[in-house]
């Protein structure tokens, strides 16, 4: 599946939280055509922007951008990387294989959201993964944020309106 490209509003608010010291978020995940419009020039002093042909990934630990750097191409392997340095309880793969090909159905996505409803960290979760995914994104929850909880299709729905509102 073609990673979509999320709001710049989003990205704004992943960034920030990867930033934040006292925030969970350890790493701000961009697919190409989101970092395209980041300016790597104007990262503060210590964050570290990795680029691979499959995104970017922005942090400020330097043992996070070399395991990213060091991921495997292989689709499913990598995702498993990703979820690790993202913190989700289950990667991409595993998520699907619970849902037995009904994704649209039984997949949730769930999303830490600022007060600006703007979305900090979201990850898809199977049944199974779901509570854990619940509780993962409660910690990014920002003060007078929200836990939203929604379908994959009405999340990639939301991203695309978002992106055309934008334009």
């Known amino acids: ?5 999320e709001p710049a509003g989003d990205i704004r608010a992943q960034i920030a939280a990867t930033l934040d010291r006292h925030h ?6 961009m697919v190409p055509e989101d970092a ?5 020039k104007a990262l503060p002093q210590g964050v570290y922007a990795a680029q691979r042909t499959e ?6 630990d330097l ?13 499913d392997a990598f995702d498993r990387v990703m ?14 294989a619970r849902c037995r090909g009904k994704q649209a159905v039984y997949a949730r996505a769930v999303q830490a959201r600022d007060a600006s409803g703007h979305v ?4 898809f979760a199977s049944p199974v993964g779901f ?5 993962a994104m409660q910690e990014h929850v920002p003060a007078r944020g929200r836990l939203v909880i929604m379908s994959p299709a009405a999340a990639i729905s939301r991203r695309v309106a978002m992106r055309w509102v934008e334009q």
Not at 120 to 123: G, S
């Open 63 to 75: 043992g996070i951008a070399e395991l990213f750097d060091a991921a495997p191409a292989e689709t």
């Open 36 to 40: 395209e419009r980041l300016d790597l």
């Open 24 to 29: 969970p978020k350890r790493a701000c995940y």
């Open 55 to 60: 995104g970017t990934l922005v942090t400020t």
């Open 131 to 135: 509570l854990p995914a619940c509780a």
């Open 1 to 5: 599946m073609t990673p979509v490209p």
């Open 83 to 96: 979820a690790e340095i993202l913190g989700y309880p289950e990667d991409k793969a595993t998520a699907v």
């Open 120 to 123: 900090v960290t979201e990850v």
